[in-house]
């Protein structure tokens, strides 16, 4: 019997990057998945992962824009109706700009709010009453290594992500005695669709000297001999684990893997 066997879940961000992994790392393990996502071709790739995986009879994708309340109450309905309830959450959905402070405008403010904090409470939310209809549930929440680490130019996302860190910590203590488990994951030096378009947002004039100091300590991979960007199963292995009954008795915390970058 694999771990997760009969266990349903929503995941948020699943069309792409660590969301998509994380899905289909979920299906392999045997649980039940809708994926959601505002990128619906996205969607239709990890569906087609899914086929190849042999695995795509327990997924249901949906279109959900975390940042918009109507479709974040239509979206997680529809998940619960779909799995017949919900046994864990996992908030993968999010975006990263970068700019000079004083250059930000309060639009490109409110942008990384509303999708990254703002969006991650939407769902939460709205998935508390399904979740707690268990007497074991669990949410996953995505923070980042930015949160608790200088990130230079990513002010509004770190802001967004420690924002995202004590939400969790609150959902933690406040639904302990219905035994939800809230946690965060903070992945630092992942190789996503975030992280590759990150270049592309960066200030002309960037310092770059800023950098070297968040890159890991480890190599990528067992075959690489230098250090580099992780793939996203790398963080996809920790959410399985997280909402398994391997993650019992981890709650109100934040896991972070970032290859040492900040050991």
């Known amino acids: 019997m694999k771990r997760l066997e009969g266990k349903r879940i929503l995941v948020t961000g699943a069309a792409s990057g660590i969301g998509q992994s994380t899905a289909l790392r979920l299906l392999d393990e045997g649980a039940a998945v809708v994926a959601a996502d505002v990128a619906t071709e996205g969607l239709d790739a990890t569906r087609a992962h ?32 779909t799995l017949g309830g919900l046994d864990s959450l996992v908030n993968a959905a999010g975006i990263l700009r970068a700019w000079h402070t004083h250059q930000t405008t309060l639009e490109q403010w409110n942008q990384i709010i509303a999708v990254n904090l703002t969006g991650t409470f939407l769902v939460v939310r709205e998935a508390l009453p399904a979740l707690l209809a268990n007497s074991r549930s669990s949410i996953v929440n995505f923070s980042s290594t930015s949160a608790s680490f200088a990130h230079p130019y990513m002010a509004a996302y770190a802001a967004s992500k420690g924002g995202i860190q004590a939400f969790t ?26 992280t590759d378009a990150t270049g592309g947002y960066l200030p002309k ?43 019992a008795w981890i ?10 970058t900040h050991a």
């Open 50 to 81: 899914a086929d190849e995986a042999k695995s795509a009879e327990r997924l249901t994708t949906i279109r959900m824009d975390v940042a918009n309340e109507d479709s974040v109450v239509d979206g997680v309905s529809l998940a619960a109706e």
């Open 169 to 194: 910590h609150s959902l933690a203590l406040e639904y302990a005695k219905e035994g939800l488990r809230a946690a965060c994951v903070a992945p630092g030096s992942i190789k996503s669709g975030i």
């Open 205 to 247: 004039d960037a310092d770059w000297s800023l950098f070297p100091r968040l890159m890991p300590i480890l190599p990528a991979t067992t075959e690489s001999s230098g250090a580099g960007m992780a793939e996203p199963n790398a963080v996809a292995g920790v959410i399985a684990m997280l909402v398994s009954d391997d993650g």
């Open 251 to 260: 709650t109100g915390t934040e896991i972070r893997m970032d290859g040492g």
